[in-house]
């Protein structure tokens, strides 16, 4: 993705009825969407031609059908002077038969022993030279796809959404050719069709642009000119015209595979002496079907999927209210869901990552795992097939819908640890204006099949419905955004009392002004949202953004919500100086200033901050940034899990970072960050050392530590209730040490056979200290005051130990273009004590590496029919 940039507070820059919505749309909006194929006056425009003989896929320009094309040669340079004559020429051709598409370009360069390449694995860029195909086949100005290859023939692919998004999990079926000469190189391209959606008439004009990448100079060349001062990319793309006669067809892709996995688990009991752990041999079967019911609509399915390549999640310890986000990886619901987004209290100054689909709740870990399982139960719910159905009907109508059921899983005693879920998604959205307008509607629904043992710990069923509006005008340079959503859910009065009592929302605060209800067996609630902003021009970009959610608004069935309750004011303004000087080659940086609220108008948070990033004439980059927040009278109403609202007092955090020159074989970086709070009570520093080697262009060598104090003097440590009936909300200083190593080998023998190996320690410990419980007065301006002293129950825990391994080891061989050969070796080490255990970092992992290893081994086998 191409941003426009951002902050985070602690660290270095790193966002109904289908009828009847379709008619209504339709009805309004054709007048506009019918003017979408008249090119402006600018745009610069490409022909295709028809090859009667299809062209012999080597990279070379002998065929007849490129001997006939015109080429087309006015790239001009977008990174990191936008608008200046290349330093290099390109020319590109364009040909079609009625299957493929294909793309000729070369690439002048006078220096052809000079020009970079990286032997990666497949969507992996190193330090390499890069040509781009990006073709808008709907000519939408909102879609597309891009396909992108090195000088030594490394393929790249994604799939273009919401006009400047870009989904990396996309994996087409294409091929392409490359050769170096003594002109410079070229790549030569062969595109299916059935590899791209369209809508079914004679003659199509497409979205398309190639970009071209000069590595050893940092430069990036195009056609026609990208500008980085206006928002977009699909929006900027030219045309090609000429396409004429191609036919259309039902595509049907199936990948069936098989799996073998070989794993350890715990035995239930085992005889004095024997070993406690056994292994466990499982065969398994499955398939994804991509299927073209139309030109323009497909439906992806899979049956009995297994993601056993893929990463495992990094290891965590999460002291806040809150619960952890973790990064969706799983190819199926990555690839092409930039449709289902519908991000919420999402802005360019802050985005937590919340909204509508997260699509990690499908197949997530039982929820009633640590009630009903022991260490040998089930701890994935497994996903009994999945579908997706997207496309584009009508006019600038993109439809979706996914569909997807998990089995029940059961822990000891045959009891439900995660009952059998149905989820849905449907979603709707409207293009009109060549995709500078566009207005959607989104509906979840969730169906459990509860019983006895998890109807009064789950909710049964929830939904929630919801529309946006993206508003653009100017060449896109102003930007209005709306949406709004109701939630509802239902179940027992024991899950909707568990509901009302979470983190989420937290009825039962005394000073909430919230009454709880056991009785109720349903809660509603609602989110709006309006920003409004400008991306486009060559200095100031800006934006502001208001979010309100109610107090019962519950989208965590299928969503992702860390709190309800709130209202939120954020604003965001950059300098962006993108023409190099003598000092760099671009710079940016941002001020930042928001606020938050409760729907009651407490406020709990102001805040202002700054960033600056400078790209060093050397290309190396400096980072650096602040924040201040907590300002005036600021609260927290979660602090004390359901007790009073605490003030909070003004916390001061600094960040700052420097990164090597990522065309060189040693590459190092490093970021700190820190901060202080509570009147100098409590303070952080966090140092994150990296260093990327390039032995040779086939090998990678990436090391990432990372070295994390903290002293918390504010730390909840629990509520306890005495005999007397009265709650004790506690807090302690914690004395909290982190350490973690990150190393990741990566080796391509070619770009369709690949070894990565990924290594993760994790130690964190902490000790509690000087406990103490809220006063009568929490909110009291001085900090002592907002406490009194207190002895914890007899047996508390006062500290805690944690030690973590995972690790993962993947051969990836494509020995057929869109079949491969997993083999895969995950490792793992899980070891936790309430106990602080001062030590130092050796023996600290020599107790990790003493505890037993959880091995498992996989082989998967996926074909391609096609």
């Known amino acids: 993705m191409l941003s426009n940039g951002g902050h985070h507070s602690n660290a270095i820059q790193r966002h109904m009825r289908a009828p009847t919505v379709r008619g209504l749309l339709l009805s309004l909006l054709i007048p506009a969407a019918a003017s979408s194929q008249q090119p402006r006056p600018d745009t610069l425009v490409a022909r295709a031609v028809r090859a009667d003989q299809p062209p012999v896929i080597d990279g070379r320009d002998g065929d007849v059908v490129w001997k006939n094309a015109p080429a087309s040669s006015d790239f001009l340079e977008f990174s990191p002077t936008e608008g200046k004559a290349p330093r290099f020429k390109t020319e590109f051709k364009v040909a079609y038969d009625d299957r493929h598409i294909y793309v000729f370009i070369r690439a002048y360069d006078p220096h052809p022993d000079s020009i970079m390449t990286a032997l990666t694995r497949r969507d992996v860029r190193g330090p390499s030279d890069q040509l781009k195909v990006m073709i808008d086949s709907y000519n939408d100005k909102r879609s ?19 006009d400047n998004q870009e989904d990396d999990a996309w994996d087409g079926i294409w091929d392409v050719a490359t050769t170096i000469d003594s002109l410079g190189w070229t790549a030569e391209f062969r595109i299916p069709f059935s590899q791209l959606r369209y809508a079914n008439l004679k003659e199509h004009t497409f979205g398309f642009a190639i970009w071209r990448d000069i590595e050893r100079y940092k430069e990036r060349t195009s056609w026609p000119l990208y500008r980085g001062s206006q928002a977009g990319i699909s929006s900027q793309l030219g045309l090609l015209q000429g396409v004429r006669d191609i036919t259309p ?36 079967a499955g398939a994804d079907l991509k299927y073209g019911i139309t030109p323009n609509l497909t439906l992806d399915a899979t049956v009995n999927p297994d993601f056993g390549q893929v990463e495992a999640d990094p290891s965590v310890v999460n002291l806040s209210a809150f619960e952890t986000f973790f990064q969706e990886r799983r190819p199926f619901f990555v690839e092409g869901t930039g449709l289902y987004r519908f991000d919420i209290n999402c802005s360019i100054v802050t985005c937590s990552s919340e909204g509508l689909f997260y699509s990690r709740r499908i197949g997530r870990s039982p929820q009633l795992f640590g009630r009903y399982a022991d260490a040998a139960s089930p701890n994935v719910s497994p996903i009994l097939a999945a579908t997706k159905l997207t496309g584009r009907v009508g006019r600038g109508l993109n439809v979706g819908v996914v569909d997807a059921v998990t089995g029940r899983v059961e822990g000891t005693l045959n009891r439900t640890t995660e009952p059998r879920t149905n989820y849905t998604v449907l979603r709707a959205q409207q293009d009109m204006r060549d995709g500078q307008t566009s207005i959607g509607v989104i509906g979840t629904g969730v169906i459990r099949s509860l019983d006895e043992w998890s109807d009064q710990f789950l909710r049964r069923n929830a939904y929630v419905v919801g529309s946006n509006l993206t508003h653009r005008w100017s060449r896109s340079r102003w930007e209005l955004t709306a949406n709004a959503s109701h939630s509802t859910v239902n179940g027992s009065p024991q899950s909707l009392l568990s509901t009302q009592l979470n983190s989420v929302h937290l009825y039962q605060r005394p000073d909430g002004g919230l009454v709880v209800d056991p009785n109720r067996t349903s809660m509603n609630g609602h989110e709006e949202q309006i920003t409004f902003g400008k991306f486009g021009g060559n200095m100031i970009h800006f934006q502001s953004a208001y979010d309100r959610r109610s107090e019962g608004y519950e989208i965590n069935d299928l969503g992702f919500l860390r709190r309800a309750n709130q209202q939120t004011f954020n604003n965001w303004i950059q300098f962006a100086f993108r023409k190099p000087t003598t000092l760099y080659r671009q710079a940016t940086m941002n001020f930042n200033a928001w606020e938050y609220w409760t729907v009651g108008g407490m406020q709990l948070e102001q805040a202002t901050n700054t960033n600056w990033h400078i790209n060093l004439t050397n290309n190396m980059w400096v980072h650096f940034g602040g924040t201040i927040s907590k300002l005036g009278s600021s609260y927290c109403d979660n602090c004390a899990r359901g007790g009073p609202a605490v003030r909070i007092s003004p916390q001061f955090n ?12 040693i590459v190092p970086n490093l970021f700190i960050s820190a901060g202080n709070s509570d009147n100098g009570r409590s303070h952080y520093v966090e140092v994150t050392p990296e260093i990327q080697l390039v032995p040779m262009s086939q090998l990678q060598l990436d090391i990432t530590g990372d070295y994390f104090v ?28 982190q350490r973690s190593l990150g190393v990741r080998i990566s080796y ?7 070894l990565q190996l990924y290594s993760a320690p994790f130690a ?33 825990s006062l500290g805690f130990d944690v030690l973590q391994l995972r690790s993962t080891s ?10 491969t050969l997993f083999g895969v070796w995950t490792h793992g080490r899980d070891g936790f004590d309430p106990r602080f255990n001062e030590r130092g970092v050796r023996s600290e992992f020599n107790d990790l590496f003493a505890l037993h290893p959880d091995n498992t081994f996989l082989i998967k086998l996926a074909y391609w029919l096609n």
Not at 770 to 784: F, I, M, N, Q
């Open 249 to 284: 067809f039902h595509r049907l892709e199936l990948v069936p595979y098989v799996v073998a996995k070989n794993s350890s688990i715990e035995k239930t009991s085992s005889p004095v002496g024997a070993s406690p752990w056994a292994r466990t041999q499982k065969m398994s």
């Open 810 to 819: 993947v051969v990836r061989w494509e020995f057929r273009p869109g079949s």
């Open 654 to 665: 600094y960040n700052v970072g420097w990164q090597g020159d990522d065309r060189r074989h």
């Open 710 to 737: 903290n002293h918390d003097n504010t730390q909840w440590l629990g509520n306890f209730t005495d005999a007397a009936g009265r709650t004790h909300y506690s807090f302690a200083r914690l004395e909290q040490r």
């Open 144 to 162: 597309g796809f891009e396909f992108a290859v090195n000088p030594i023939g490394v393929k790249r692919d994604y799939a273009m959404y919401n």
């Open 764 to 796: 964190s410990r902490g000790q509690y200290s000087d406990v103490r419980e809220l006063s009568a007065d929490p909110r009291a301006t001085s900090y002592t005051n907002r406490f009194t002293p207190y002895a914890p129950p007899a047996g508390t």
């Open 748 to 754: 391509t023998a070619t770009p369709t056979l690949s």
